[in-house]
């Protein structure tokens, strides 16, 4: 009972600030997006989420303890910035509303989306991702750089019922490969929500 309403106080909170900064719509002008992390208490270690509010849904992440986040509304892009600075993780919204074009999910054209990501650089392999019952295009990259240490990257394109969310992870330095596996992991997590109403978020095991 305890953890259900310490959950629920966090909740109502995210969605209290996330729709209390969320200015109205004005035709023709391009949504804000807004970010809000919190931290909910675990048995085993504390989770720390992303909420990303944009025109028409809110999101919510997990996102790695390594990371730290960052938002710009002018691009309607969230970053995730890990602490050694060699990997960044951005998750862009395009949302449908008022007619905006979407990106293709169709094969050439998603991966020449992904190639222009990194100038220069690869596939090495690309795939489809299933989530929440949504499919789309995953690319794997990688460049070859001065130092030796290729950069490496991870693209994908995942629609949903409003739009399109992009995901790039671009990573170089030694824990690289670390670092692409925790691109899956974020994914994973994500939930989609209404404006309004109950936040949808993955639930972790042994919260209190």
Known sequence: MLRQLL???????ATFATAAAEPAATPGE???LRVLTFTE?????????AIITAQTNRFSLVVP???HVGGDANTKKVTLV???????FTISVHESFGGRPLPSLKPEPARASALSRIPGAKVLAEYT???LQYTGPVFDLEKDVANGT??????ALIPYANGVLEF??????????????????????????????????LRIENEI
């Open 7 to 13: 959950l629920a106080g966090v909740l109502a909170l």
């Open 30 to 32: 391009e949504p804000l």
């Open 41 to 49: 208490k675990t048995v085993r270690l504390p989770v720390l989420r």
């Open 65 to 67: 303890f390594e990371f």
């Open 82 to 88: 890990s602490d050694d600075g060699n990997c960044v």
């Open 129 to 131: 991702l299933n989530v």
């Open 150 to 155: 290729p950069l490496l990257g991870r693209f």
């Open 168 to 201: 790039q992870l671009n990573s170089t330095g030694p824990n690289a490969g670390q670092h692409v596996r925790r691109f899956n992991e974020v994914i994973s997590s994500l939930r989609i929500s209404p404006l309004t109403g109950e936040l949808e978020v």
